[in-house]
T-cell receptor, first 115, second 109 residues
Framework: NAGVTQTPKFQVLKTGQSMTLQCAQDMNHNSMYWYRQDPGMGLRLIYYSASEGTTDKGEVPNGYNVSRLNKREFSLRLESAAPSQTSVYFC??????????????FGPGTRLTVL | QKEVEQDPGPLSVPEGAIVSLNCTYSNSAFQYFMWYRQYSRKGPELLMYTYSSGNKEDGRFTAQVDKSSKYISLFIRDSQPSDSATYLCAMSGVYKLSFGAGTTVTVRA
């Protein structure tokens, strides 16, 4: 039982390049999330998928796209990377995107640098 | 104004000291209040959660919520070097969690 896995662990891009961050969970969770973490800013939600087949914008969606490939996998794509997207990206999952209790399980993160 | 405010510290204490962490928030609709612990270069993991106002104790950790003041706290008793980490408060809103910035704690042996 690996929990939430993310690939790659590290990535360096040049401005304008594109890439996709991969996330998979093996806990049979319905909901998945992408966050970015920057110093002094905490975790900010980029996009989430409440259930397979649905995606919604979070707090900071500009410059990103997502795909919920199936129940297990949720990818994040940067179409044209910018230095402002240098950050640590975390994927998370939860049983459901409830209106109340919502324990989220996090992956180990991807450290992205855009030059 | 951020929805959740948390002093990022850093906080450095000697082993055995009591660590006190807190967050304030603005959204009165929050009902579940969580504390996540994040070790360096790792993902956050849930430490404790509390529903509504009140206290909850788990070993050396105590979480307090005061909804009337929109203020939550985490206390770590008899702190150990292994408690050195970043602690993030989080509040459960509609379909998502709202996180504080995190407080970095170092416990000196």
């Amino acid at each position: 039982n690996a929990g939430v896995t993310q690939t790659p662990k590290f990535q360096v891009l040049k401005t304008g390049q594109s890439m996709t961050l991969q996330c998979a969970q093996d806990m049979n969770h319905n909901s998945m999330y992408w966050y970015r973490q920057d110093p002094g800013m905490g975790l900010r939600l980029i996009y989430y998928s409440a259930s397979e087949g649905t995606t919604d914008k979070g707090e900071v969606p500009n410059g990103y796209n997502v795909s919920r490939l199936n129940k297990r996998e949720f990818s994040l794509r940067l179409e044209s990377a910018a230095p402002s997207q240098t950050s640590v990206y975390f994927c998370a999952s939860s049983e459901q995107a409830s209106e109340v209790y919502n324990e989220q399980f996090f992956g180990p993160g991807t450290r992205l640098t855009v030059l | 104004q951020k929805e959740v405010e948390q002093d990022p510290g850093p906080l450095s204490v000697p082993e055995g000291a009591i660590v006190s962490l807190n967050c304030t928030y603005s959204n009165s609709a929050f009902q579940y209040f969580m504390w996540y612990r994040q070790y360096s270069r790792k993902g956050p993991e849930l430490l404790m959660y509390t529903y509504s106002s009140g206290n909850k104790e788990d070993g050396r950790f105590t979480a307090q919520v005061d909804k009337s003041s929109k203020y939550i706290s985490l206390f770590i008793r008899d702190s150990q070097p292994s408690d050195s980490a970043t602690y993030l408060c989080a509040m459960s809103g509609v379909y998502k969690l709202s996180f504080g910035a995190g407080t970095t704690v170092t416990v000196r042996a």
